[in-house]
């Protein structure tokens, strides 16, 4: 079962931050949290991931609370090729080498103009 | 980044065949790639974990016998729908794991059961 709810849409005007939150309160201690998107019918994107620190890369940025329970994604100017839905990830075993994804149900994403 | 590629993207077979669908890693060599299904308006369910060399590990209720998977390579990974069904239809979607940890996608395979 995967680990994670996440809000099932979100709506965000261009140009604007969206924050896409994510709960994991069941999380251990050396399980990462991951960031997919996927646009309709295409393959999973690779976004961003995290252990405990935030994160920043050239896609977003992703905070993750200090108990670990809980993270936001942030997509700092939203753009209207930004709405997809977004996953939210707890990889289950094996750290940050091994392991596997289950995915929960994600967060609709639509970015208006 | 590293690339994922399946074949074919779309495929239309009649019920009863069987089905074969490849995920290559085109750059790269992985070890384990990993097979999910995915229904419309639904997230992606994992199937199953394919080893290379080795037998697969399939999650909870997924039938092997019906989702054979070889991973007779260090760069491909084949899923076959046997005996396919209209119930079957779905996309399908596998992921290869790079040697530092990061798990690419492809672009998935849509099966059409008539």
């Known amino acids: 079962d995967a680990k994670t709810t996440q809000p099932t849409s979100m709506d965000c005007a261009e140009g604007r931050a969206a924050n896409l939150p994510c709960n994991h309160s069941t999380i251990s201690g050396n399980e990462y949290v991951y960031w997919y998107r996927q646009i309709h019918s295409q393959g999973p994107q690779y976004i961003i991931h995290?252990?405990?620190n935030n994160e920043t890369n050239e896609m977003a940025s992703l905070i993750i609370t200090e108990d670990r329970k809980s993270s936001t994604l942030i997509l700092p100017h939203a753009t209207l090729r930004d709405t997809a839905v977004y996953y939210c990830?707890?990889?289950?075993?094996?750290?940050?080498?091994?392991?596997?994804?289950?995915f929960g149900q994600g967060t609709e994403l639509s970015v208006k103009p | 980044g590293a690339v994922v590629s399946q074949h074919p993207s779309r495929v239309i077979c009649k019920s009863g065949t069987s089905v074969k669908i490849e995920c290559r890693s085109l750059d790269f060599q992985a070890t384990t790639m990993f097979w999910y299904r995915q229904f419309p308006k639904q997230s992606l369910m994992l199937m199953a974990t394919?080893?290379?060399?080795?037998?697969?590990?399939?999650e909870q209720g997924v039938e092997k016998d019906k989702f054979l998977i070889n991973h007779a390579s260090l760069t491909l990974s084949t899923l076959t729908v046997t005996s396919a069904h209209p119930e079957d239809s779905s996309f399908y979607i596998c992921?290869?794991?790079?040697?530092?940890?990061?798990?690419?996608f492809g672009e998935g395979s849509r099966l059409t059961v008539l």
């Open positions: 394919s080893n290379e060399g080795s037998k697969a590990t399939y």
């Open positions: 990830i707890v990889r289950v075993g094996g750290g940050n080498q091994g392991g596997k994804l289950i």
């Open positions: 992921s290869a794991r790079h040697v530092t940890g990061e798990l690419f």
């Open positions: 995290g252990l405990k």
